[in-house]
């Protein structure tokens, strides 16, 4: 199995990335798919997460309204889209697998990325 993040860069404060995380090895039909962040000195956090059966889906407080996460099961790709970025976005972002998870980030997930870097400037 093989995620692998795409679309990172720098932008400035208020701009918008689209991150991509394509699969390989997995169904996205059977996983939910979950993005976490990590900034230096702090822990991995939960972004936002969609449930194996898409029913559901899970953000974080502080990308309420900006963050939003989709699938394109026929690509096997995973998709957040992230709008009004804020310097504190800034971070590594990895996306991960979880069998017939519910995306809320909450669980152990069974499979993960490297990751793609995000830098917001003020």
């Known amino acids: 199995v093989q995620l692998v993040e795409s679309g990172g860069g720098s932008v400035q404060s208020g701009g918008s990335l689209r991150l991509s995380c394509t699969t390989s090895?997995?169904?996205?039909?059977?996983?939910?798919m979950g993005w976490f962040r990590q900034a230096p000195g702090k822990e991995r956090e939960g972004v936002s997460g969609i449930s194996w059966n898409g029913n559901s889906t899970y953000y974080a407080d502080a990308v309420k309204g900006r963050f939003t996460i989709s699938t394109d099961n026929a690509k096997n790709t995973l998709y957040l889209q992230m709008n009004s970025l804020k310097p504190e976005d800034t971070a590594m972002y990895i996306c991960?697998?979880?069998?017939w998870g519910d995306g809320t980030c909450s669980r152990d997930f069974d499979y993960w990325g490297q990751g793609t870097q995000v830098t917001v400037s003020s």
């Open positions: 991960a697998a979880d069998f």
């Open positions: 090895g997995l169904t996205l039909d059977d996983y939910a």
